[in-house]
């Protein structure tokens, strides 16, 4: 596998910029932005034919922002003939022009139930009609007045077939028993990393229930989380060679499919209900964050609320996990922590979901076998609403949050719904050469994040004294993503990078970074961009503690942005006193000369020995590549690399220099799948270097993975002290690749 590796030196610490916005606690705004582009007429006199005349352009952005809103007296009554002339509406304090008013009413009496099934003819019509965007409404037949939209949204990926049976059969049940007359259902499934709208909205009951008897039980594989803890099953699964490594982050797609979903239904602005059919949604440690936040905030500006249900439905989980999973075949089987991680697992798959309702103005159905109450619920929550639209004075596209105030004049004790604020548009593609800068710590500081680039990211630690920690970072970009410049016939691409560090408990920012690299766009290098990833390194010193880390990598040729932002801990080492005390373990797949990483950079001898001095990562010249992504070549070696500590030095009984520890520490990794043990290496037994004040013993292993059949592993490092008796493991989920 080729990777361009892009490294920096370590970068000196400074004091950081003011304290960023935390992001803002919005209750959500159902709107559509529209960005028209005018061009202005060019105006001239006397001018002769074949001279040289100038055109000049004008353009005017305006965003036209719709507002959903009910309106209802004392006793919860729908008040109807309002105007325009009766509402007010005020953006940041501001007070807007409304330009348009009209009331949406939407009866609530069910259809008479349809008992027959879709014939065969319907089923093959649905499949060649598929498509993967949602019509828009035409503005002079407007077809979406008076209706209610629901969107019926299957995530295959996380569902199993079980759980996929359910959801179908709640749909089908509504579909037959619940729908109104004003009711316009849309059938939308993300499978295989794609987001395909099976059916725009309509009311045809034959033609829906025809395509949920297509949606084959199965379809997705079933892709559900794997976390890395106490409960995790010794299994793997079989890993595509049509999938690419980035694709190992699941929850990351699975949000962004939502995204997508929710900017296909921003197109109408009417408001919006997206059904969620899920087996959960947990966010790990590979996750990021960054994308929940803009798919939050991307639903947000669409008029589109979620309604996540738990397929699964009421769940007695057995402590060790039923019979659709192995055992976890650890020592959690006998403390409790297996009992415990999986039950907490399961709650936190929920609290994702959770979120998405709570930020959009939906609600979440967990723990009930009748999943047709929560398309229901998502029903009754649309009533009779009125649509005001205005056209926002402040036309700038800097993604800032803005609040949206509604009043009815006329009717002053009425009680209004409305989404209270929204995110406004971003346009960081036409940068000017002044403002580069300033935008990019912007782009840092919105509470909107921007997702256009794929970013992954790991961040290790390694124990330096008593007190600090070096932590080095690595981010990783896919090259296909930067390889579009060259399609524009750029001759290269500026990637610029800018982060934060951010203490969680103070909230202060403890440390930042600013960086750019210039890569060339060779047709033989751009080509190679293709197909492998560009890595970026950098390295801080920390103290123990928690972190929350937000990070932002632009290329300058398209303007594309992406953001990575998470939280991490740096433990205290020095209070581990069951357990053999480790830093973080790396994988790895490359080792590179250090001279040759620093890609693009003054090429300075005391920065690279200064560098080489404090990242453990680099020996004997050479520098260790961690794999962010957990994806290796069966033809290449996997590089493990970890550091154990056995504590201060003895102090001398005779008064002199104190004695290093020398007690030696025995490590040795092994590879489980399918509940068998298949791979493990020789245990090494590796003494503390002489000069370590912290009895420091680096533990490398080097591995070769040619007998490994392509697939997915659970690579385990165990690290014992004979001496004490003490030992410790840790263990993270690989894949091979051929």
Request: with cysteine; charged share 20%; hydrophobic share 40%.
């Amino acid at each position: 596998m080729m990777s361009f590796s892009v490294f920096r030196r370590h970068p000196e610490h400074r004091e950081g910029p003011p304290n960023f916005a935390s992001r803002a606690t919005q209750a959500g705004l159902a709107l559509a932005i529209l960005t028209t582009p005018l061009a202005a007429q060019t105006i001239g006199q006397n001018t002769t034919p074949g001279a040289d005349n100038k055109t000049f352009t004008m353009q005017v952005h305006s965003q036209l922002v719709v507002e959903t809103v009910s309106v209802k007296d004392k006793q919860g009554k729908t008040i109807e003939g309002l105007t325009a002339k009766d509402f007010t509406v005020t953006e940041d304090g501001v007070p807007q022009k409304i330009r348009y008013v009209e009331f949406q009413t939407l009866p609530s009496e069910p259809l008479p139930e349809q008992a027959s099934k879709p014939e065969d003819e319907d089923i093959k019509i649905y499949k060649r009609l598929a498509h993967t965007q949602i019509v828009p409404e035409d503005v002079e037949a407007p077809k979406y007045k008076d209706h209610r939209l629901l969107a019926m949204y299957f995530d295959m990926s996380a569902m199993r077939p079980g759980d996929q049976l359910r959801a179908l059969a709640a749909a089908e049940k509504f579909i037959r028993t619940q729908i109104t007359s004003v009711d316009l259902v849309s059938i939308l499934r993300y499978q295989g990393g794609a987001v395909d709208v099976l059916q725009d909205f309509t009311a045809d009951r034959n033609k829906l229930l025809s395509i949920l008897s297509t949606l084959t039980v199965g379809e997705g594989q079933g892709d559900v989380e794997s976390p890395d803890d106490a409960s995790s099953a010794d299994t793997g699964a079989a890993f595509g060679q049509d999938d690419s490594e980035f694709n190992i982050f699941n929850t990351d797609r699975q949000l962004s499919a939502l995204q997508t979903a929710a900017n296909m239904l921003g197109q109408i602005p009417e408001k919006k209900s997206l059904i969620y059919f899920a087996s959960g949604l947990q966010l790990n440690g590979l996750d990021n964050q960054a994308q929940l936040h803009a798919t939050v905030d991307s639903a947000i500006r669409a008029g589109v609320s979620f309604w996540p249900i738990d397929a699964r439905g009421l769940v007695a989980t057995a402590p060790l996990g039923d019979a659709t999973q192995g055992s976890p075949g650890n020592s959690g089987m006998y403390t409790g922590s297996a009992a415990l991680a999986g039950a907490t697992n399961f709650q936190k798959s929920q609290d994702t979901l959770f979120a998405l309702a709570g930020d959009t103005g939906g609600k979440a159905l967990f723990d009930n076998n009748d999943l047709t109450r929560g398309i229901v619920d998502a029903q009754k929550a649309i009533s009779s609403y009125y649509i005001v639209q205005y056209y926002t004075s402040n036309s700038t596209l800097d993604g800032r949050f803005r609040k949206v105030k509604i009043t009815v004049d006329s009717h002053a004790d009425a009680k209004l719904e409305y989404r209270l604020g929204y995110y406004a548009g971003k346009q960081f593609a036409k940068f000017t050469a002044v403002d580069k800068e300033r935008q990019l710590e912007d782009a840092l500081m919105l509470a909107d994040p921007v997702t256009e680039l794929t970013i992954a990211m790991e961040i290790n630690y390694f124990q330096l004294n008593r007190a600090e920690y070096f932590v080095p970072l690595v981010v990783k970009i896919p090259g296909r993503e930067l390889a579009l410049a060259k399609k524009f016939g750029a001759e290269h691409t500026l990637l610029d990078f800018v982060g934060e560090i951010k203490d969680v408990v103070g909230g202060t920012t403890v440390s930042n970074i600013r960086d750019n690299v210039n890569i060339k766009l060779s047709d033989s290098n751009a080509a190679d961009l293709a197909k492998s990833p560009i890595e970026y390194d950098a390295g801080f010193t920390l103290l123990p503690g928690k972190y929350m880390i937000k990070f932002l990598a632009r290329d300058d040729e398209t303007g594309r942005i992406g953001t990575f932002q998470t939280t991490f801990t740096i433990p205290n080492l020095n209070k581990e006193t069951k357990k053999v005390p480790i830093s973080s373990v790396v994988l790895s797949s490359q080792r590179v000369d250090f001279k040759d990483a620093l890609y693009n950079t003054i090429k300075n001898s005391k920065d690279q020995d200064k560098n080489s001095a404090a990242n453990p990562l680099v020996t004997d010249g050479k520098k260790l590549i961690p794999s962010v992504t957990r994806v290796f070549s069966k033809s290449r070696q996997m590089y493990i690399y970890l550091q154990g500590y056995e504590g201060a030095p003895v102090p001398s009984t005779t008064g002199g220099a104190p004695t290093p520890a020398s007690k030696p520490l025995v490590a040795f990794a092994t590879f489980y799948h399918d509940q068998d043990k298949i791979l493990e290496t020789q245990p090494v037994a590796v003494t503390p270097l002489p000069t370590a004040r912290l009895g420091t013993v680096p533990l490398n292993f080097s591995i070769s993975l040619a007998q490994l059949p392509p697939g997915e592993y659970q690579c385990q490092v165990n690290v014992l002290d004979p001496t004490d008796g003490k030992a410790t493991f840790w263990q993270a989920n690989i894949v091979v690749v051929p």
